[in-house]
């Protein structure tokens, strides 16, 4: 199961109920995470971790997995 | 003004578009202020240009529908222009990069990237002779990442501290994405089924 918080930054950046979004989540697997959420999405991701991104990181992000494990690797 | 008409105009439509090859007579005051616009120019790294009509006419008019096409893409309920691809083409290689820039902000976040892109690949691919395709955004302009990702382009590269900034000169970033023709090919059998 994906943790909640990787879920949770994906659903305020795409602007939809967490419980909407699979835990196989990837681009192009809904609407909702379209091209506006995706910058919000790792703007969002560099907020939390205190950062910026580093372009090999960023390429990266396709999947709620994704984004879990780049919380994961910068508690 | 230097005018090419060497080679054959794009006209296409998608579901929500018309794309055709622009004319030096769609220069517009429109197209103008997009080019002064900092949020639509600076994920380009592209500098504000103040241009003159007559300068704008001059610079659509350098695409030959051969080696370079200016596209514009048209509303097709409005018929307004809400932005332009540039489609570098090299024969000898058979390669087209694609670069975009919406101007109108109120179609952003509206998949207008990807539904005109797959129009175009179309016909580079299917009838001029194009066999890959390729698109340099950089790295942190995420919504055109994002727009590759989500079209099926892959990732090739990373050009590291490639270029300068056109606002405060400190180096950025820039990533290669590339479709071949059996790839997109491919992505519309699936798409199909």
């Known amino acids: 199961m994906s943790p909640?918080?990787?879920?949770?930054?994906?659903?305020?950046?795409?602007?939809?109920?967490?419980?909407?979004i699979a835990d196989d989540a990837a681009i192009g697997s809904f609407e909702s995470w379209d091209s506006l959420a995706h910058l919000r999405l790792v703007l969002?991701?560099?907020e939390r971790i205190g950062r910026q991104l580093d372009p090999d990181e960023s390429v990266r992000i396709e999947t709620l997995s994704d984004i879990a494990a780049l919380l994961a690797a910068n508690e | 003004m230097t005018i090419h008409t060497k080679g054959r105009p794009v006209l296409l439509t998608s579901k929500r578009f018309a794309l055709r090859s622009l004319k030096p007579t769609d220069a517009s005051e429109r197209w103008i202020s997009w080019l002064k616009d900092p949020e639509v120019m600076g994920p380009l790294n592209a500098p504000i240009r103040k241009w003159t009509a007559?300068?704008?006419?001059?610079?659509?008019?350098?695409?030959?529908?051969?080696?370079?096409?200016?596209?514009?893409?048209?509303?097709?309920?409005?018929?307004?222009?809400?932005?332009?691809?540039?489609?570098?083409?090299?024969?000898?290689?058979?390669?087209?990069?694609?670069?975009?820039?919406?101007?109108?902000?109120?179609?952003?976040?509206?998949?207008?990237?990807?539904?005109?892109?797959?129009?175009?690949?179309?016909?580079?691919?299917?009838?001029?002779g194009v066999e890959k395709a390729s698109g340099t955004p950089l790295a942190r302009n995420f919504p055109a990442v994002f727009n590759y990702k989500a079209q099926g382009w892959r990732h090739e590269g990373t050009f590291r501290r490639q270029c300068l900034s056109v606002t405060d000169g400190s180096r950025l970033d820039q990533y290669q994405f590339g479709l071949t023709r059996d790839?997109?090919?491919?992505?519309?059998?699936?798409?199909?089924?």
């Open chain 2, 54 to 128: 007559q300068e704008l006419m001059a610079h659509i008019g350098s695409a030959d529908n051969d080696n370079r096409y200016l596209i514009g893409l048209f509303d097709l309920a409005s018929k307004l222009q809400i932005g332009f691809y540039m489609v570098d083409v090299d024969q000898f290689h058979r390669r087209a990069t694609f670069n975009v820039v919406i101007g109108d902000r109120s179609w952003w976040g509206k998949s207008v990237v990807n539904e005109t892109r797959a129009a175009l690949l179309d016909e580079f691919f299917n009838n001029r």
């Open chain 1, 44 to 46: 969002a991701l560099e």
């Open chain 2, 183 to 193: 790839e997109w090919r491919a992505i519309r059998l699936e798409d199909a089924q």
């Open chain 1, 4 to 20: 909640p918080r990787a879920k949770r930054l994906l659903a305020e950046a795409a602007n939809c109920d967490p419980a909407a």
